[in-house]
């Protein structure tokens, strides 16, 4: 079992900046593939960002890239999600999430095993 707990979450102006983090207990976590998504009132839950367990290799969705930066830091356990430029379409709820897809790209919901319990993204207008 892999437990996670993000932080981070609040309400931001647009253009503005957010750092969300990703606590994992549980496991070792420099085995698992980590990602974020996003789930909006009313909508699925969506891809943001996933990157590989050495943090070498990193994807984004393309309503992300160029201005959200995954990484993660092994030795504290933690999983980051920068986000710059923020739009009132970035307000979601934050979810991050393991997968033990360790080398495939990840992006879809259940190619991931373990979640957290989500923090809350506000982007004002």
């Known amino acids: 079992q892999v437990q996670l707990v993000e932080s981070g979450g609040g309400l931001v102006q647009t253009g503005g900046s957010l750092r969300l983090s990703c606590a994992a207990s549980?496991?070792?976590?420099?085995?698992?593939?980590m990602g974020w998504f996003r789930q909006a009132p009313g909508k699925e839950r969506e891809f943001v960002a996933t990157?590989?367990?050495?943090?070498?290799?990193?994807y984004y969705a393309d309503s992300v890239k160029g201005r959200f930066t995954i990484s993660r830091d092994n030795a504290k356990n933690t999983l980051y999600l920068q986000m710059n430029s923020l739009k009132p379409e970035d307000t979601a709820v934050y979810y991050c999430?393991?997968?033990?897809?360790?080398?495939?790209?990840?992006?879809?919901?259940?190619?991931?095993?373990?979640w957290g319990q989500g923090t809350q993204v506000t982007v004002s207008s």
């Open positions: 549980g496991r070792t976590f420099s085995n698992y593939r």
């Open positions: 990157i590989r367990w050495s943090g070498g290799s990193t």
């Open positions: 999430a393991a997968s033990r897809a360790l080398l495939k790209i990840a992006t879809e919901r259940d190619e991931y095993d373990y």
